[in-house]
């Protein structure tokens, strides 16, 4: 009887020491993580932002790390990467097959490109027109009632004929139909991640000893 006794007090010690050790591993993850999380989430977007040279910073600062702990049963998983699903296009390079209308001169956001063509199409001011090279472009008439959504074709439509005035009337190229688009790999987020590997690794056994010292 006093063996049992013994054992089960032992046996429920052990289970205690456990659950304090997980506990401690745990919340040294969530620490070691975020920090290092957050130093590569900033180290992707410089890196994305170089090698892509883009003016606006929108996709790169898509590149984040995100922090799951809120199940305190198991270790906390970290997701680090872009939600932006054409994004593995520029990491591994390869070709897009599909109907796409790719905007001509200044780049455009998808979602501004989405709310000019929406107005195109709703004043009736949307054309294709095939050119002699066989490529096929969506136009547009310089109206007032579309001035604002054709501002930054004008520009690029100037820029490139040389004028200093768009006539009105005149029909400005909006964009072009492509049926497939190849790219070439510009980024390698996935080498940098794994470079950095061992500093999360590092930042979880720091935490780790310094929460067992207390």
Do not use: C
């Amino acid at each position: 009887m006093l063996r049992l006794e013994i054992a089960g007090s032992l046996s429920g010690a052990l289970t205690d020491l456990r659950r304090q050790a997980f506990e401690t591993l745990h919340a040294a993850a969530v620490r070691g993580m975020k920090q290092e999380g957050d130093a590569i989430g900033r180290a992707l977007q410089a890196h994305v932002s170089a090698r892509l040279k883009v003016k606006k910073n929108t996709f790169a600062r898509s590149f984040r790390a995100r922090l799951y702990a809120r199940q305190k049963d198991r270790l906390p998983v970290m997701v680090i990467g872009t939600r932006v699903p054409w994004a593995q296009l520029h990491e591994r390079g390869g070709t897009n097959v599909g109907r796409m209308l790719i905007p001509i001169g200044k780049r455009v956001g998808p979602k501004r490109f989405k709310a000019i063509i929406g107005d195109l199409m709703r004043s009736g001011n949307a054309f294709f027109v095939r050119a002699k090279s066989g490529r096929i472009f969506l136009m547009a008439e310089n109206i007032a009632e579309n001035s604002r959504s054709l501002s930054s074709f004008k520009r690029a439509h100037r820029k490139q004929s040389g004028g200093t005035k768009v006539a009105r009337g005149a029909e400005i190229p909006v964009a072009e139909l492509v049926t497939r688009v190849t790219l070439k790999k510009r980024i390698d987020v996935i080498a940098l991640v794994k470079s950095r590997l061992p500093d999360i690794v590092d930042a979880v056994r720091r935490e780790a000893e310094r929460l067992t010292k207390k």
